[in-house]
């Protein structure tokens, strides 16, 4: 009985070889159409915005306490600040991530010095003057122009 067992055992590996060099030979010698070339992104020019410009949305959402008399009765902003930023730059965005920690704490600085009757608080552009300041204080290699917000609102 040993004898049949050991003869099919080989008949179904030499099945199980031939397979795998009919799917190589296939495999290998089918005609392969290459990859669709990626088109080039324009070039920027003096008035149109960056071609490979992303967003940099690393901060996050930033609940910060406003500045008022008595803790328990302290208003909180929460904003969601964020900008572009040219990826192609590996040392600005290197610089980036690892300023977030300081970003977010200037952030928290600066509303922590406003009180909540302040009139700079329904002044989305003085605001983001302000934190745009902030942020390129921090900043060695490169500067943000322009920043936004994706969630800004006063909780009492």
């Known amino acids: 009985m040993k004898k049949p067992a050991r003869v099919h055992i080989r008949i179904l590996l030499a099945i199980l070889a031939a397979e795998i060099l009919l799917v190589a030979a296939v495999a290998a010698l089918s005609p392969r159409t290459p990859p669709p070339a990626a088109a080039a992104p324009p070039r920027p020019t003096a008035g149109s915005p960056r071609a490979q410009e992303k967003q940099f949305l690393g901060?996050?959402?930033?609940?910060?306490?406003l500045a008022a008399a008595a803790p328990a009765a302290a208003s909180i902003v929460v904003i969601s600040p964020y900008f572009p930023y040219d990826p192609a730059d590996r040392a600005f965005s290197e610089e980036l991530a690892a300023r977030i920690g300081d970003c977010r704490r200037a952030t928290l600085d600066f509303?922590?010095?406003?009180?909540?009757?302040?009139?700079?608080?329904?002044?989305?552009?003085?605001?983001?003057?302000?934190?745009?300041?902030?942020?390129?204080?921090?900043?060695?290699?490169?500067?943000?122009?322009?920043?936004?917000?994706?969630?800004?609102?006063?909780?009492?």
């Open 59 to 65: 901060l996050g959402r930033i609940r910060a306490p």
């Open 111 to 156: 509303f922590a010095a406003i009180p909540p009757s302040s009139p700079i608080l329904n002044n989305d552009d003085a605001i983001k003057s302000a934190l745009l300041e902030r942020y390129n204080a921090q900043l060695r290699l490169g500067k943000i122009e322009r920043l936004y917000f994706t969630d800004y609102m006063i909780i009492d």
